[in-house]
């Protein structure tokens, strides 16, 4: 009996970490540390050995991740409030062209909600899905829920975002390669969302738009009545709005592919060379995303005052408050697991059950995201159970199961999640099965297109 104690703990930290966010005041971090006290004790750790465990877990956790979620943060904020979102947008519909305008969208919010929380990307976005339905008779649905949908397959899945980068924090991999592969399993996402808001044109034809006296009006009327809302502000040149974006990316790629080369036989001793010392600093995600934010401030914003730059800059950090201490909390969590051993028991188990580990992150976030709604917590949890499980069985990929947990938490949004009843506001639809219709089913579409992306790159990782 002795042996089921800590598991059972376990689940019984875990109910109590479920049951206090659906049903009480009681706030996710608060939570977090009941469920870690509950199973470091019941886990054989005295009470003050596991507030020290959870101390040093929430420490470390944040001390891998928390400065480049703050700055990333930062850099989205400035992207947010410079318009350089917005010139992503109506550049790509310029390029694009008449009637796919529903691409147009999807990539931008690809692009956008990489630096971007997805539900200021969609309020900042879409008066412009507005716009574009009356220009060129368009289903508001297919528009918006093409948005949307671009905006939170990479919110879910592409790093600096809060939830993989904390992910990545947890599981201790690196944040290169969790970018590449979730910018990989982002596209076939993005592609299946978009085609599911083509097809709600033809079931919900009564939301084409059809105003037959309204005038025909070209792209720039459209896109001149709508800066003319936002108070005539100019927008920056897209090469400096998506430089921002696009730096700190290429730099953390170059260091995790420079790492990839330095492991191979021929390449051993070479990492003192100039070149490699040099972007193994310049990629390093702290350096990077600092890189990112100056490139911001002085390309995207350059007439604006030193006060008004720092007041855009800490209005940005103040929501990453939460954020990182959730994400801390999640860590103490996985810390408590690994020192108690219940994750080594944990893994004897798992590693006889019928599926492949990975499955088992991707498996608790799609069950916490159902119950309580928020992707960032459900995908913060998974991590922060797995982890330390799975990490005890040989031959798993961490990187793979990191993403697994990711993507898991897209599951089926609906009434507990900000996000669908933003999308189903904005868009005017109150009908609950629509709503449903709308937004829960390509959420659980691109969760179902994730999760075979993650048994594909299994099978030949």
């Known amino acids: 009996m002795e042996f089921y104690i800590p598991i059972i703990g376990l689940g019984v930290a875990v109910f109590t970490l479920i049951f206090l966010v659906l049903f009480t005041r009681v706030h996710a971090l608060v939570a977090m540390l009941i469920a870690a006290i509950i199973a470091g004790i019941t886990g054989g750790l005295s009470a003050a050995n596991t507030i020290e465990v959870i101390t040093k877990g929430f420490g470390s956790t944040l001390g891998s991740i928390g400065i480049v979620i703050g700055l990333g943060i930062m850099m989205g904020r400035i992207l947010e409030v410079s318009g350089a979102a917005e010139q992503i947008a109506y550049s790509l519909i310029k390029w694009l062209g008449n009637k796919r305008e529903e691409w147009a969208l999807a990539i931008t919010g690809y692009i956008v909600s990489i630096p971007i929380f997805v539900d200021t990307a969609f309020v900042l976005l879409y008066p412009l899905v507005k716009a574009l339905v009356r220009k060129g008779k368009r289903n508001v649905l297919t528009l918006g829920v093409a948005l949307a949908g671009g905006l939170v397959i990479t919110h879910h899945v592409v790093p600096p975002t809060p939830g993989p980068l904390g992910v990545a924090g947890i599981f201790g991999v690196d944040i290169g390669a969790m970018m590449l592969m979730g910018i990989v399993l982002a596209v076939p996402c993005v592609i299946g969302i978009t085609f599911y808001a083509k097809w709600l044109a033809i079931k919900y034809p009564e939301y084409q738009y059809s105003d037959e006296n309204k005038d ?245 990782m």
Not at 256 to 281: C, H, P, R, S, T
Not at 357 to 365: D, G, H, N, T
Not at 369 to 381: H, P
Request: charged residues 10%.
């Open 216 to 460: 025909q009006e070209n792209l720039q009327q459209i896109h001149q009545q709508y800066m003319e809302e936002k108070a005539n502000k100019p927008l920056p040149s897209l090469f400096l709005s998506l430089l921002p974006i696009i730096v700190p990316i290429i730099l953390i790629l170059i260091k995790a592919i420079n790492n990839m080369i330095l492991g191979m036989d021929g390449f051993v001793g070479k990492e003192k060379y100039f070149y490699f010392q040099l972007l193994d600093f310049l990629g390093t995600p702290i350096i990077a995303l600092a890189i990112s934010v100056l490139l911001a401030v002085y390309t995207l914003i350059p007439k604006i005052s030193k006060h008004e730059v720092i007041e855009h800059l800490e209005s940005g950090v103040q929501t990453a408050g939460i954020i990182l201490l959730v994400t801390g909390a999640g860590g103490a969590l996985g810390a408590v697991l690994r020192e108690s051993g219940t994750g080594t028991l944990l893994a004897q188990q798992v590693a006889s059950l019928p599926i492949t580990p990975v499955l088992i992150p991707f498996i608790i976030a799609t069950l916490v995201r159902l119950v309580q709604g928020s992707g960032t917590v459900a995908m913060i949890t998974a991590a922060s159970i797995s982890a330390p499980v799975i990490s005890q069985i040989p031959g798993i990929n961490m990187l793979l199961a990191a993403q697994a947990a990711a993507i898991g938490a897209l599951f089926f949004s609906y009434f507990n999640d900000s996000l669908f009843w933003m999308v189903n506001r904005m868009m005017g639809i109150k009908d609950a099965k629509q709503q449903m219709i709308v937004w829960s089913v390509p959420t659980t579409i691109a969760w179902g297109i994730g999760l075979c992306g993650i048994l594909v790159l299994n099978l030949i």
